[in-house]
Nanobody
Framework: VQLQASGGGLVPAGGSLQLSCVASGGRLRIIYNAMGWYRQAPGKERELVADITYGGAANYADSVKGRFTISRDSAKKMVYLQMNNLEPEDTAVYYC??????????????WGQGTLVTVSS
């Protein structure tokens, strides 16, 4: 299975971006796995941003609640992250993750290559 993330870029504070990630390869059953987004800022550890199960249950980091929305199109093996009201603290490389049927974890699953989000102040 391979994950391809896209949609990063440079945006001013208060702006919006939408990230997309598509999974390719693997067996059909991967559509039942949780998918998520993590990020890693310079000098910091990778952290969960949001993840979502096949059934649509979403989990968000406190720092992004109310500003970011995760969604998925399981038939297309895609997951999205709509990011609104971006802040300079959101600047990081964002990674797509494919977890198990229950959740994603920072230490496991399959990772995409990352897409850079830079928020200017």
């Amino acid at each position: 299975v391979q994950l391809q993330a896209s949609g990063g870029g440079l945006v001013p504070a208060g702006g919006s971006l939408q990230l997309s990630c598509v999974a390719s390869g693997g067996r059909l059953r991967i559509i039942y796995n949780a998918m998520g987004w993590y990020r890693q800022a310079p000098g910091k550890e990778r952290e969960l941003v949001a993840d979502i199960t096949y059934g649509g249950a979403a989990n968000y980091a406190d720092s992004v609640k109310g500003r970011f929305t995760i969604s998925r199109d399981s038939a297309k093996k895609m997951v999205y992250l709509q990011m609104n009201n971006l802040e300079p603290e959101d600047t990081a490389v964002y990674y797509c993750n494919l977890g198990d049927t229950q959740s994603t974890t920072v230490t496991g699953g399959i990772w995409g290559q990352g897409t850079l989000v830079t928020v200017s102040s």
